[in-house]
Protein backbone atom coordinates (compact mmCIF):
# COMPACT_ATOMS: atom_id res chain seq x y z
CA UNK A 1 0.00 0.00 0.00
CA UNK A 2 1.58 2.90 -0.72
CA UNK A 3 -0.19 6.51 0.75
CA UNK A 4 0.87 9.96 -0.75
CA UNK A 5 1.01 13.41 1.55
CA UNK A 6 2.38 17.03 1.27
CA UNK A 7 0.21 18.07 -1.43
CA UNK A 8 -0.73 21.92 -1.10
CA UNK A 9 -1.01 25.39 -2.89
CA UNK A 10 1.82 27.37 -2.93
CA UNK A 11 2.67 30.64 -5.20
CA UNK A 12 5.26 29.96 -8.12
CA UNK A 13 9.16 29.78 -7.17
CA UNK A 14 7.93 28.63 -3.81
CA UNK A 15 8.69 24.56 -3.19
CA UNK A 16 6.81 21.48 -1.76
CA UNK A 17 7.94 17.78 -0.30
CA UNK A 18 5.84 15.20 -1.12
CA UNK A 19 6.20 11.83 0.90
CA UNK A 20 5.21 8.15 -0.18
CA UNK A 21 5.10 6.09 2.66
CA UNK A 22 5.00 2.26 1.69
CA UNK A 23 4.02 -0.82 3.76
CA UNK A 24 3.86 -4.47 2.92
CA UNK A 25 7.05 -4.21 0.66
CA UNK A 26 10.43 -2.48 1.35
CA UNK A 27 11.16 0.27 -0.64
CA UNK A 28 14.27 -1.10 -1.31
CA UNK A 29 13.70 -3.57 -2.94
CA UNK A 30 11.01 -2.03 -5.42
CA UNK A 31 11.22 0.56 -8.23
CA UNK A 32 9.72 3.60 -7.42
CA UNK A 33 8.40 6.39 -9.44
CA UNK A 34 5.96 9.49 -9.08
CA UNK A 35 3.68 10.70 -11.74
CA UNK A 36 1.23 13.27 -12.42
CA UNK A 37 -1.71 14.26 -14.33
CA UNK A 38 -3.65 17.62 -14.81
CA UNK A 39 -6.66 18.22 -15.43
CA UNK A 40 -7.52 17.14 -19.34
CA UNK A 41 -3.92 15.92 -20.02
CA UNK A 42 -2.44 12.15 -19.98
CA UNK A 43 -1.22 10.89 -16.77
CA UNK A 44 2.93 11.76 -17.30
CA UNK A 45 6.03 10.35 -15.42
CA UNK A 46 7.80 12.98 -13.47
CA UNK A 47 10.66 10.74 -12.11
CA UNK A 48 11.43 7.54 -10.60
CA UNK A 49 14.28 5.49 -9.15
CA UNK A 50 15.47 2.25 -9.11
CA UNK A 51 15.75 -0.20 -6.08
CA UNK A 52 19.03 0.00 -3.80
CA UNK A 53 20.14 1.64 -0.31
CA UNK A 54 19.09 5.10 1.30
CA UNK A 55 20.99 7.33 -1.19
CA UNK A 56 21.65 5.24 -3.89
CA UNK A 57 19.52 3.70 -7.10
CA UNK A 58 19.73 5.18 -10.45
CA UNK A 59 17.63 8.38 -10.88
CA UNK A 60 15.56 9.62 -13.91
CA UNK A 61 13.65 12.72 -14.32
CA UNK A 62 11.67 14.31 -17.33
CA UNK A 63 12.96 16.69 -18.49
CA UNK A 64 10.24 19.30 -17.59
CA UNK A 65 11.27 18.44 -14.07
CA UNK A 66 14.86 18.22 -14.37
CA UNK A 67 16.88 20.83 -12.11
CA UNK A 68 14.12 21.44 -9.49
CA UNK A 69 12.88 18.05 -8.68
CA UNK A 70 14.65 15.67 -6.97
CA UNK A 71 13.47 11.77 -6.21
CA UNK A 72 15.18 10.22 -3.27
CA UNK A 73 13.68 7.18 -0.23
CA UNK A 74 14.53 7.04 3.06
CA UNK A 75 14.90 2.79 3.17
CA UNK A 76 14.73 2.88 7.49
CA UNK A 77 11.17 4.70 7.11
CA UNK A 78 9.99 2.70 4.01
CA UNK A 79 9.30 6.34 2.31
CA UNK A 80 9.64 7.86 -0.69
CA UNK A 81 9.83 11.58 -1.54
CA UNK A 82 10.02 14.17 -4.35
CA UNK A 83 11.15 17.15 -3.40
CA UNK A 84 10.03 20.11 -5.70
CA UNK A 85 11.61 23.28 -5.74
CA UNK A 86 10.96 26.39 -8.26
CA UNK A 87 7.62 25.28 -8.64
CA UNK A 88 5.79 26.82 -11.37
CA UNK A 89 2.15 26.56 -12.64
CA UNK A 90 2.06 24.28 -15.10
CA UNK A 91 3.38 22.01 -12.36
CA UNK A 92 0.11 21.82 -10.97
CA UNK A 93 -1.66 18.34 -11.05
CA UNK A 94 -2.64 15.52 -8.87
CA UNK A 95 1.04 13.44 -7.52
CA UNK A 96 0.89 9.80 -7.71
CA UNK A 97 3.71 7.59 -6.17
CA UNK A 98 3.75 3.94 -7.77
CA UNK A 99 6.11 0.87 -7.51
CA UNK A 100 7.21 -2.42 -9.25
CA UNK A 101 9.04 -5.38 -9.06
CA UNK A 102 11.87 -4.86 -11.26
CA UNK A 103 10.91 -7.90 -13.87
CA UNK A 104 7.78 -6.05 -14.15
CA UNK A 105 6.94 -3.90 -16.90
CA UNK A 106 4.16 -1.95 -15.67
CA UNK A 107 3.96 -0.19 -12.39
CA UNK A 108 2.08 -2.85 -9.64
CA UNK A 109 1.48 -0.72 -6.70
CA UNK A 110 -0.34 2.97 -6.88
CA UNK A 111 -0.84 5.18 -4.26
CA UNK A 112 -4.30 7.62 -3.96
CA UNK A 113 -2.73 11.30 -5.23
CA UNK A 114 -1.95 14.32 -3.52
CA UNK A 115 -2.82 17.73 -5.05
CA UNK A 116 -0.17 19.95 -5.99
CA UNK A 117 -1.58 23.48 -6.95
CA UNK A 118 0.71 26.31 -8.46
CA UNK A 119 -0.61 29.36 -8.83
Known amino acids: QLVESGGGSVQAGESLRLSCAAS????????MAWFRQAPGKEREGVAC???????????YYADSVAGRFTISKDNAKNTLYLQMNSLKPEDTAMYYCAAKRCWLREYEYWGQGTQVTVS
Open 49 to 59: IQSGSTGGGRT
Open 24 to 31: GSAVSNLY
